[in-house]
């Protein structure tokens, strides 16, 4: 199968800290990839380097089986290559209206430069009718994102995400303080992406979700791949236990050097 | 209400055309007669030029308080390259490529050192006013032989004998940098940056590029000052620009842009530096005396940036949240 992105002992460190012990990852297309670790394990480091928002310390990334020049690799580029990331919460800017949001970075231009608004705006309007689905009274495509709920905000990320043709996009804890029924649409767009044929990397707390649309589950602990196997080859009830396990031994680990 | 208050110049516009309606009742005389209005065009397009940058700077979350001495730079190169060698649309090019350049020494000491914009223009403000008096040797010049030269007609002449064409060069550079602002990509990064840089990074913005292309228009702006400066009063001194520096920055919020960054209103600048300069010679007309100046600016200056604070997001004004505590302001 070809991969979208391959990771060959990839490892990151800040200053003394190691928070991404070296990793070898593959994700394939068409393939939607659970997530899993406690807070703090580096799933955000990992997903930072993919994306192209920090660069490793060590180890070789691949993008469609292409060698990644590391020191030229950015955001920009992984866009480019079809990586699109929704953040925890850092996406939106909030007192910009949605046509910009939603053109974030890489707005319809001119040959000089100047932004297409009237186009923005009509492709907004449509993404909110259409793929968020935005009945909301009020909520039109010059409110300010501030003005938004917060399921609201990952629907216009989502969107935005959806829009820009992506073959791998990533939700790294999208549902975090959202409403159930919020939840569901979160989910409801990851089967979504299974659909359209394209890749998903979904970070999420909650293991039955994770359980219910992954292809395949991967556990990141303290910086380490404790787990990385197809969701037919494990149970939810060993998932939750291994998780368990891996929660105690930390607090053990830490206790231990209290002294304690 | 609120939103037409809200769109770009509106408030401001209407706190000046108060202005004047009042100097016209206090000041008859003067207020009623289009010189002091043809007076007004001559003086205000130094500083509003200049407050243009900073009004760009001001939206990326950033300060540049060096400008005083890039207008001094300027005006210096200028001066002297008129008088010894009788250049004089070559010294104009000479002395905006010279603000360039400090503004993008700025720009790189202020994200490669990583200090704070407003600490690090400071120490830059004295830098570059030190260079100056150093390069100059701390003289002042005098250029009256520029007087009626095409580039003086042509770029701060009188039209019929009495209508200052600098105005007509202000407002083409306030439509410039209002179209950049608000429909160029440039200016929609300076949004984004200065409403969140760490978000502005995650959407591919490369934010220190942008900032130092930011502080490099701020000096070229205020390079483009301190000539018209130079032009219009056919001399220079190195203290020339330091008048500006409190009222530009003050004409800067007073138009509405947040002293947050994120936003930023280009037509509320120009107001503003019009109602600046209006305030001073207003209260002079009125009897007033000029002392007074200085504490009616502080004033207008507290009210203008708390009512757009007010208008931006009330709930950031602690007084507010303290009313709507007991009750009162719900509305708001
Ligand atoms: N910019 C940074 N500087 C220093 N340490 C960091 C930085 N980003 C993350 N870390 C550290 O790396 C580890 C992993 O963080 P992160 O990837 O955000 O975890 P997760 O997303 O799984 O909760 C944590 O210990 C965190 O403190
Ligand atoms: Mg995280």
Redesign the interface.
Known sequence: MNSIVELKNVSKSYGPVLSLKPINLKIGGNEIVGLIGDNGAGKSTLIKLITGLESPTLGEIFIKGKRIDLNQYSVKISQQLGIETVYQKLSLCEKQPLWRNFFAGRPITNAFGLINVKKQRKITAEIMKSTIGFRSEGINVDTQVSFLSGGERQGVAIGRAMYFESDLIILDEPTVALAISEVEKVLRFVNNIKNKGKSCIFIEHNIHHVHEISDRIIVLDRGELVLNCQKQSIEINDLIQLLKELHFRKKNKTNLHKGI | MKKILNIDGVTVGIVFLALILVFMLTAPRVFLNFRIYMSFFATVPPPLIIALGITLVAVAGEMDLSFPSTVALSSYIFAYLFENFQLSWLAFVIAILAGATVGFVNGLVITMLGIPSLIATLALLFLWGGFVTIISGGIQLAIPTIYETPIHNFLVGRFEQFFPVQILWAILISIVIW?LLN????G??L??IG??S?????????VILEKIKLFTLSGILSSVGGVFLTLETTSYFSSQGMGYLLTVIAAVFIGGT?IFG??GRVIGTVFAVFIVTVIEAGLVASGIQGFWTRFFIGLVFILAVSINTLL??PGKVPLVRFFRAKGFFQTL
């Open positions: 179209l429909r160029h990509k440039f929609e990064n949004l984004f409403d969140n760490e978000v502005a990074k995650m959407m591919g913005i490369n947040s994120g936003s931006e997001n």
